[in-house]
C-alpha cells in the first residue's frame, strides 16, 4: 500500500527529460510514484534519484503497443499501492516512423500514425477510471495531442507547455 496520502501517481513513458521531471513534480506533491516505460533498463537510476529527492517509488516497464502488458503493469501498480489515483500518458514513439511529420507536409495519413500513440491512453483510462469515480476523485493528463501528430516549424508561434487534463472525475 502507499503510505503517502495523496496516493499513487504514475507516469507512463517515463525517460530521463519530461518523464523524470512529471515523476519529481509529482513526488513533490505527495504522491507515490509508480514509473512505467517499454524498458525498466534506466528504471534503477530513476528509482535512486527519486529516492535522493525523498520520494517514494515503484518501476513497472511496460510497453504501450502491448495492450496485455499496460494493463498488467497498470494491476501491479494497484496490487502494490492500493490504488492508482494520478496518470500522466507521455510515451514517445519507438522507431522513425512513428515519429510525427512537420505541420507543413502533415496530411491524414501522417496525422492517423503520429495519433496512434495516443490511443492506448483510452485503454488506461478505460482501467483506471472506474476506480477514480468510485472514489471520487483523480485525474488523467498528457502531453497536448497536437504535439503527438505533427511538428511545428521552428518559426510557429503556437506553442504549449503544460499537459493537458483529459478526465478529472469529482464529486
Known sequence: MSASPHGT?????VGPGLGMSIAHRFGREGYTVALVSRSGARHAGYLEELAAAGIEAGSFPADVRDADGLRSALDAVAER????????????????????????????ESVR???????????????????????????????????????????????????RCAITPSR
Do not use: N
Open 9 to 13: 501517481a504514475v507516469v507512463i513513458g
Open 81 to 108: 499501492y492500493g490504488s492508482i489515483d494520478l496518470v500522466y500518458y507521455g510515451p514517445a514513439a519507438a522507431d522513425a516512423d512513428a515519429w510525427p511529420t512537420t505541420i507543413t507536409e502533415a496530411d491524414s
Open 113 to 163: 500514425k503520429g495519433m496512434s500513440w495516443m490511443y492506448p491512453a483510452v485503454d488506461v483510462v478505460q482501467q483506471v477510471l472506474p476506480g477514480m469515480v468510485e472514489r471520487g476523485g483523480g485525474g488523467c493528463c498528457s502531453r497536448p495531442v497536437s504535439a503527438r501528430c505533427c511538428r511545428c516549424p521552428p518559426s510557429a508561434t503556437w506553442r504549449s507547455s503544460r499537459p
